[in-house]
């Protein structure tokens, strides 16, 4: 409706309007409906009454054929302006007289029709009998103009345009005058709430006009604004706190983060150079059992030559040892160079070069398509060399040691993982086994420093990644790790660094 | 119609069967024409009715007749020139719920109870006679002959080809009669 998008002081009028107009009109019309029957009424009563009379008076004409007095009885119409013709048929229905005199024969009904009334738009017409005694004698007919109804409907139609129109006028001057009992205090409401939305100002007021419902609504919406408004400086003041705190917390994060940044260089410098330094007394050690082994060797009995054999052997353990602590604390400094990585072709290669260290085993290889991924190709390499000779080692027990290497890319991450069928572990130990020097099984059970996991772990770290092994006491082991793609990778190495 | 038809039927054509149609429609038609021509050429059918008719327009005190029972009596003074129209007209018709009979009068002295009394032309001689020895009595005296003036009521009078008629206001009043204003006017 195009009243709903009208402005309320316009809506009120229009609907004020409209209903008075539309109880005005149905009244007028009422009225005007009751004047036309009622004066059809009258018409047929009054010309009902007039044949009556002209029809007694007419009885002696038409008893004794005297046609010229039935016309001189019918001439008395002259009095009656409306009539515009009256005419009387004998009993045999033939024209015996008319009115008036000199209106030709055929402006009148040939022979008479059935006693009754008869209305059309112009003419009433009526056709009565004229009795005598219990005879009928004959038939009167008269025709009368409605000119006076129209005139009087005209004049009721005037009247009624009067009124139409002098009540809409008033209607309009009263509502224009009340409508704003009910306009006004909204407009001010809105104008109110227009300045809150706008401006966010909720120290403004709605004026209060009136009583009843609008000051009710009036007080309510001030009432609402009023606690808004306290609302809002609460908030304001509890955001302004936080923020403070906030920044104190950052700042503090800030210290923390720094003091922890030299807590771990400073260890990371410590590790290497204990390794570092470690090393050099131990290849002095090495060195001199050497020389003691090759220069005086007929001196040592089987005993001492053996417990010289123990030492090298534990001095090679310890630096190989420290060689791989070495690499592992290399691991945190050692910038990541990302690029394309075909983890395919990387599997392939480890496998081809570790298969001479394990001549003697008998190992089925299974390499199943791996989607290629992006990271630091040198690095990833290690994680192959790590996974695939754990791998290898811990089924050597078996008489067919088989390996399974597969990955698939999911969501923008690929998991890759490596499946033996060797000792397996305990999955109670699950976390312990990414553990630097964490180890399940014993040296003489299988060689080895405890740190190749470790290193598998960082390096994954260090590429976004995870790294987590499933695995049952001697049903194998599964090593699993993901490799985030792309933009992520660059995102976690640069926080990483 | 027998005829034609079966002269028709003895012809066995039917041109001639429509032609004997034709004509015998127009003959029929002749003779409706005729008889319809024939019904106001008689003077004393008119006036038989209006004889009847005056009866309607005319009041009679209530001492004119003997009781309520009484008929209402039409008489005809003298030689009767209506032939069969009056008793036509007559029979069967009813004035003030009372039938009506009609007496013939070969003179005055006959007539007892009488409320309507054509003299006819045979009394015109002695008119006069007669209406004095009617004096008094409540009695409508109408009559198409001369004389008799002051004792004649209604007196039919030929106007061209029509029958009209004059009202003596006066004899009326003292035979006691009240006679309509709407017969007045025309008489």
């Known amino acids: 409706m195009l009243l709903r998008k009208a402005p309320i002081r316009r809506r009120l009028m229009t609907i004020i309007l409209v209903t008075c107009g539309a109880v005005s009109l149905l009244t007028c019309l009422s009225f005007f409906a009751y004047e036309f029957f009622t004066f059809r009424q009258s018409t047929i009563a009054s010309l009902s009454t007039l044949g009556s009379v002209l029809a007694s008076n007419s009885t002696a004409a038409l008893t004794f054929a005297n046609s010229e007095d039935a016309a001189e009885v019918l001439s008395a119409l002259r009095a009656e302006p409306h009539i515009e013709a009256a005419s009387l048929y004998d009993e045999n229905g033939k024209l015996f007289a008319q009115y008036p005199a000199n209106l030709p024969k055929d402006a009148f009904p040939a022979a008479p029709e059935r006693d009754g009334y008869n209305f059309s738009t112009e003419y009433f017409t009526s056709f009565q009998p004229v009795v005598l005694g219990p005879k009928r004698v004959g038939t009167l007919y008269l025709k009368s103009n409605l000119d006076q109804m129209y005139d009087r409907l005209r004049l009721y139609g005037a009247i009624v345009a009067v009124v139409m129109a002098a009540s809409f006028a008033l209607t309009y001057a009263l509502s224009r005058i009340l409508q704003g009992q009910i306009s006004q205090p909204i407009l001010a409401l809105t104008k109110t709430a227009r300045a809150v939305a706008d401006r966010g100002d909720y120290s403004v007021r709605a004026p209060k006009i009136g009583e009843a419902e609008f000051a009710v609504l009036t007080e309510a919406f001030n009432q609402m604004l009023t606690r808004i408004h306290d609302g809002d400086s609460a908030l304001r003041e509890s955001q302004e706190s936080l923020w403070c705190l906030n920044a104190e917390l950052e700042q503090r994060v800030e210290e923390r983060t720094r003091k922890l940044k030299e807590a771990n260089k400073e260890l990371e410098a410590f590790s290497y150079s204990v390794s570092h330094d470690l090393r050099a007394p131990l290849r002095a050690i090495d060195g001199f059992s050497r020389i003691l082994l090759e220069e005086y060797r007929e001196k040592f009995d089987e005993d001492g030559k053996r417990v010289l054999d123990v030492i090298r052997s534990n001095t090679q353990n310890m630096g190989r040892l420290i060689d791989d602590l070495l690499a592992f604390s290399r691991l945190s400094r050692k910038q990541i160079d990302a690029s394309p990585v075909d983890m395919q072709g990387l599997a392939s290669d480890v496998f081809q070069q570790l298969q001479t260290g394990f001549a003697d085993q008998n190992i089925q290889f299974n390499l199943s398509p791996l989607p290629p991924t992006e990271g630091d190709p040198a690095l990833i390499r290690q994680v192959f060399v790590n996974l695939l000779s754990n791998a290898a080692k811990y089924s050597r027990p078996r008489i067919q040691s088989v390996i399974d290497v597969s990955g698939h890319c999911e969501n923008g991450d690929c998991v890759y993982y490596v499946k033996d069928n060797g000792v397996g572990f305990d999955m109670a130990y699950a976390k312990k086994l990414f553990g630097v020097f964490q180890r399940l099984h014993s040296v003489e059970e299988f060689e080895g420093t405890g740190v190749g996991l470790a290193i598998v772990q960082r390096i994954i770290h260090r590429h976004g990644g995870r790294v987590w092994a499933e695995g049952k006491v001697d049903e194998g082991a599964t090593f699993f790790f993901s490799l985030p793609k792309e933009n992520k990778q660059n995102g976690s190495f640069a926080t990483a660094q | ?136 009595r409540k009695i409508l005296v109408v009559t198409d002959a001369d004389g008799g003036n002051g004792g004649v009521i209604i007196r039919f009078v030929n106007e061209g080809n029509r029958i009209r008629f004059k009202i003596d206001v006066e004899a009326a009043k003292a035979a006691n009669l009240v006679i309509s204003s709407k017969l007045l006017r025309l008489g």
């Open chain 2, 1 to 136: 119609m027998e005829f034609p038809k079966a002269l028709a039927h003895c012809l066995g054509s039917r041109r001639v069967r429509t032609l004997t149609a034709i004509c015998s429609a127009v003959v029929a038609s002749c003779v409706l024409i005729a008889s319809v021509g024939a019904a106001p050429a008689n003077e004393y059918q008119v006036k038989a009715a209006f004889l009847f008719n005056f009866a309607k327009f005319v009041e009679w005190p209530a001492n004119a007749f003997s009781d309520t029972t009484t008929p209402f009596v039409i008489g005809v003074l003298g030689h009767d020139p209506f032939g069969p129209y009056l008793d036509d007209i007559v029979r069967g018709e009813r004035i003030n719920n009372r039938s009506l009979t009609v007496q013939r009068y070969r003179h005055a002295g006959e007539i007892k109870q009488c409320q309507v009394l054509f003299i006819s032309r045979s009394e015109s001689d002695h008119i006069d006679q007669i209406i004095s020895s009617l004096k008094y």
